[in-house]
């Protein structure tokens, strides 16, 4: 297992890629994850542990990079501290760099499957747009959560509320119906 200070250090040399390809497991430190995430309710507790094998076929270099890892965050329902576990698979091909593009590669990539080269593979930034374009707009600690009640905030998971309430104006009048049928 190698160990690398951050995961924008994913670096290869496209050289040393022969027709063998290169295989490689890296676990990145939660503490190197403070700038990429730019969410404080996002935090990595454990190690992202990272998979990738790097294969050349004439100048196409293919990687396939297998990511898995945990973000301690809160429901976006009901508030409570949970941990979203995720897997993500990427497969992608490099292509030499035209002559006409700039240095930095990744923001050339017009698609997740193609990106570019010169001398280096830069793999930890691929892996980083494609983790933080992976994760979730809301975290929900499950499917069922009833989250809080909008008046007085009780945790409706754990027990209903004591509010009572309001009826919707636009029922009001069946509300009298219902109310007239009864007597």
């Known amino acids: 297992m ?3 200070q951050s995961i924008e250090d994913i670096r290869i040399s496209a050289a ?3 027709e063998a390809g290169i295989e490689c497991e890296v676990n990145i430190q939660p503490e190197k994850f403070e700038g990429i995430l730019c969410d404080e309710d996002l935090q990595v507790r ?3 542990h990272i998979h990738y094998v790097l294969t050349r076929k004439g100048d196409t270099i293919h990687a396939a990079v297998h990511l898995e890892g945990k973000i301690q965050t809160f429901c976006s329902r009901c508030l409570v501290p949970m941990t979203y576990a995720f ?3 990427l497969n ?3 292509l030499p760099a035209p002559p006409d593009i700039p240095d930095d590669y990744e923001p050339e990539r017009q698609s997740a499957e193609i990106g570019y080269y010169r001398k280096d593979i830069t ?3 691929y892996i980083i747009s494609e983790m933080v374009l992976a994760l979730p707009l809301n ?3 499950s499917l069922d959560c009833k989250g809080l009640c909008q008046h007085c905030g009780t945790n409706l998971n754990q ?3 004591r509010c009572e309430k309001p009826l919707d104006p636009r029922l009001q009048k069946l509300a009298e119906i219902k109310n007239t049928i009864r007597r």
């Open 16 to 18: 040393t890629i022969g």
């Open 46 to 48: 454990e190690p992202l």
């Open 92 to 94: 992608t091909d490099y």
């Open 123 to 125: 793999l930890g930034e």
């Open 139 to 141: 975290y929900v600690c």
């Open 159 to 161: 027990g209903q509320c």
């Open 87 to 89: 897997k993500r698979d």
């Open 2 to 4: 190698e160990k690398i």
